[in-house]
């Protein structure tokens, strides 16, 4: 057995208030036997060897110009 994991980036952020701080919106998928180039694209069928769809916020620093 093989665990494939991959993230993408879907959506970016900034903060009120903050120069030196941003959001990133990250969507993880971890499958099991399936490599990210098998993965069906979006909207296609759900895939049984999913193991992980992660969907999650985290903060970044910003290049403060």
């Known amino acids: 057995d093989t665990v494939y994991c991959w ?7 900034p903060l009120e208030g903050r120069a030196d701080l941003g959001a990133l919106r990250i969507r993880t998928i971890a499958t099991k036997d399936l490599p990210c180039t098998d993965f069906p694209e979006p909207g296609g069928e759900a895939e049984a060897s999913v193991l992980l769809d992660f969907d999650y916020w985290a903060l970044m620093p910003r290049k403060v110009s």
């Open 7 to 13: 993230s993408h980036i879907v959506d970016r952020s």
